[in-house]
């Protein structure tokens, strides 16, 4: 049976909880994620934060607001004020089928992978795009 372990992603982008939203904001733009744990100085898991949360954190364009005013205001703004902290979690050890219907019956993008606490990895539905990609590549291959 496939594992969390055998799809998700070990290499992380992630961010400490003091970390500001222009940061966050910047991280999810170069390495062009839409989800950031949220680690404590500790490397337990505290949080996520996720692109929607920054878009409803962020002054809209449409205010009166210039640029740099809006990058100041950004940088005073610690992750932690902005992060999901009620966040569903995974084992490495959790099965495939099981993290599936969790992220498709609560509409998640994606779950945070912890082991005694500490992030070790990341499920996302671009995880299991690609999964049905290979499993389609493998149909065709042999002929179905």
């Known amino acids: 049976m496939l594992q969390v372990k055998d799809l998700m992603t070990w290499d992380l982008f992630t961010l400490q909880e003091n970390?500001?939203?222009?940061?966050?904001?910047?991280?999810?733009?170069?390495?062009?994620?839409?989800?950031?744990?949220?680690?404590?100085?500790?490397?337990n898991f505290v949080g996520l934060l996720t692109h929607r949360d920054i878009l409803s954190a962020t002054?809209?364009?449409?205010?009166?607001v210039d640029m740099q005013t809006m990058e100041e205001l950004d940088l005073g703004i610690p992750v932690r004020e902005i992060m999901n902290t009620k966040i569903t979690t995974v084992t490495s050890e959790t099965?495939?089928?099981e993290a599936a219907a969790i992220l498709l019956e609560h509409k998640y993008g994606c779950l945070p992978v912890l082991?005694?606490?500490?992030?070790?990895?990341?499920?996302?539905?671009?995880?299991?795009?690609?999964?049905?990609?290979?499993?389609?590549?493998?149909?065709?291959?042999s002929g179905m």
């Open 59 to 64: 002054v809209s364009r449409l205010a009166d």
């Open 95 to 97: 099965s495939l089928k």
């Open 115 to 141: 082991e005694n606490g500490r992030l070790v990895g990341i499920l996302t539905e671009a995880d299991f795009l690609s999964l049905t990609i290979s499993l389609m590549n493998t149909l065709e291959e």
């Open 19 to 43: 970390d500001n939203l222009a940061l966050a904001k910047s991280l999810m733009n170069l390495a062009r994620i839409r989800h950031i744990p949220i680690i404590n100085a500790d490397k």
